[in-house]
Nanobody
């Protein structure tokens, strides 16, 4: 069983930066696809950024140029660096790990609130 623990959320002002972390309980980053998703109140969960096993990245259009996904295999941790935050980035951010057979694990989520 894989456990994912997110951290780094908080309340920030527009234009600020945050870095989210997702720590996996086991060494999976070399074999699992990893990603960040978010869900705002009243909206469906949506993709923010993903990382394939091969290292390819994909970003939602709304965050391109502002957010960067990265990983540290030695620490079993995936990061999401978020710059130039906007109020519309307010959401619960979830980490997701996808097994080679496409089974999915989710973290518990971390709240990000962008408000002046």
């Amino acid at each position: 069983q894989v456990q994912l623990v997110e951290s780094g959320g908080g309340l920030v002002q527009p234009g600020d930066s945050l870095r989210l972390s997702c720590a996996a309980s086991t060494n999976i980053l070399s074999t699992y696809g990893m990603g960040w998703f978010r869900q705002a109140p009243g909206k469906e969960r949506e993709l923010v950024a993903t990382f394939t096993v091969g290292g390819s990245t994909r970003y939602a259009d709304s965050v391109k140029g502002r957010f960067t996904i990265s990983r540290d295999n030695a620490k079993n941790t995936v990061y999401l660096q978020m710059n130039s935050l906007k109020p519309e980035d307010t959401a619960v951010y979830y980490c997701r790990a996808t097994r080679p057979d496409y089974y999915v694990y989710w973290g518990q989520g971390t709240q990000v609130t962008v408000s002046s």
